[in-house]
Every structure is written in structure tokens, then in C-alpha cells.
């Protein structure tokens, strides 16, 4: 389901599948990063936190969010090159046992006039949990292929 630069239309919503965030994620994703915060990976600190239980590290959700866009599959084969993020913010917690969803706007889709082989798509993304809160949103920057002509 390639799709390339000139198949995507600004405003275009895409809405997708959810992961649930477990336990071994977050552990897994301790190790990996060095992020061993105790409101991550200890209980008892984490029960006084404002919290009440362990969260997910911000990183990790935003990891997961590559992933469920990239298993969208609309990029497989066009994409050249993730170049940016901005203006990412964390909205709310990920706890153990939350699925979260991704649902993107095309923002902008525009063929570089220097390059014509290639364009940069600009998505809005929003990271959604099952109680239908926002806890995640900004925008994706990414290199993709034109189609030839």
C-alpha cells in the first residue's frame, strides 16, 4: 500500500490500530535507554507520585508511535528519511495496560521543486488512549518519494 508524495491530500485523517503498553515494555524500555526513574520502575515510589501507579516513559509512547504509523504501511517502499518532530508534547500519562491508538492529519504534502524525485510530508499526530484522552500529539516531518512521471 505505497503511497507517495503526491497521494497524500492536506487534511487527510488517518486513524489506526492500537497496542496495549505493558509491564515488560516499560522494563524492557528502562534497560534499553538507562531511563530507570522510579516513577517508571519502582511501586512504591511510584503509589505517592502524582500518578498513584507506574507510567510508561514519554519516550517509549513516542517509540510506539513510530511503529503503529509505520505498520500503517502507507510509507513502505517511499519513505527516504524520518527528518524531524515538532512540537511534541506529552499531554497525559501512558499507565501498564493502556492501548494506545495513533490518528494522523496530513498537513502538508508538497513535492520539492529542487529534487523533484522526493517531497516532504508534514502529519499532526495524536496519541489516543482507550478512555479517549489525548496523551501525546505533535508533528511528524518526512522525506517521501515522488512518483515518477
Given at each position: 500500500m505505497e503511497r507517495f508524495i503526491q497521494d497524500f491530500k492536506e487534511g487527510e485523517v488517518y486513524e489506526g490500530g492500537g497496542r496495549t503498553i505493558t509491564e515488560a515494555d516499560i522494563v524492557q524500555f528502562s534497560g534499553l535507554?538507562?531511563?530507570t526513574n522510579p516513577v517508571h520502575t519502582n511501586a512504591v515510589f511510584s503509589e505517592k507520585s502524582p500518578f498513584g501507579v507506574r507510567i510508561a516513559h514519554g519516550a517509549l509512547t513516542?517509540?510506539?508511535v513510530t511503529g503503529l504509523s509505520a505498520k500503517a504501511g502507507f510509507l513502505d517502499g517511499t519513505a527516504i528519511a524520518f527528518l524531524g518532530i515538532d512540537d511534541w508534547r506529552f499531554l497525559g500519562p501512558v499507565l501498564i495496560g493502556?492501548?494506545?491508538r495513533l490518528r494522523w492529519v496530513v498537513l502538508e504534502a508538497k513535492r520539492s521543486a529542487s529534487k523533484p524525485d522526493r517531497g516532504v510530508l508534514k502529519r499532526?499526530?495524536?496519541v489516543w488512549n482507550?478512555?479517549?484522552q489525548l496523551v501525546q500529539r505533535g508533528i511528524f516531518i518526512t522525506m517521501v518519494k515522488a512518483r515518477p512521471e
Open positions: 535507554s538507562w531511563d513516542l517509540a510506539v493502556d492501548t494506545i499532526r499526530m495524536e482507550q478512555r479517549d
